[in-house]
């Protein structure tokens, strides 16, 4: 069973940058995707992008191009999310997810971390 575990939240300021860190327990497949989900306070899960575990390639939503990157490390079983130009609406829990293929939607996925909290002082 592949558990995952976020980390790297924090607080940091408007137009500034982060990065965060899921770590991966388990074994994911090569097909398998990591995705990363971003929950502004008192809203849904939104998709922000993700990548493929075995070949690396990625795939993002248009609100997180340009500004988000995902990026993994299988020999240390993590994946990443760096966020750049950071605005007070990217506020809120971040969680990674696994699953077969990508979607918006977040029951589709196999598995869930517990989340990590960030916020954007202004």
């Known amino acids: 069973q592949v558990q995952l575990a976020e980390s790297g939240g924090g607080l940091v300021q408007a137009g500034g940058s982060l990065r965060l860190s899921c770590a991966v327990s388990?074994?994911?497949?090569?097909?398998?995707?990591m995705v990363w989900f971003h929950q502004a306070p008192g809203k849904e899960r939104k998709f922000l992008g993700g990548?493929?575990?075995?070949?690396?390639?990625?795939y993002y939503a248009d609100s997180a191009k340009g500004r988000f990157t995902v990026s993994r490390d299988r020999a240390e079983n993590m994946v990443y999310l760096q966020m750049n130009e950071l605005k007070p609406e990217d506020a809120g829990l971040y969680y990674c997810?696994?699953?077969?293929?990508?979607?918006?939607?977040?029951?589709?996925?196999?598995?869930w971390g517990q989340g990590t909290q960030v916020t954007v002082s202004s």
């Open positions: 997810a696994l699953g077969n293929s990508y979607s918006a939607i977040p029951t589709e996925y196999r598995a």
């Open positions: 388990g074994r994911p497949f090569s097909s398998h995707v």
């Open positions: 990548i493929r575990w075995g070949y690396g390639t990625t």
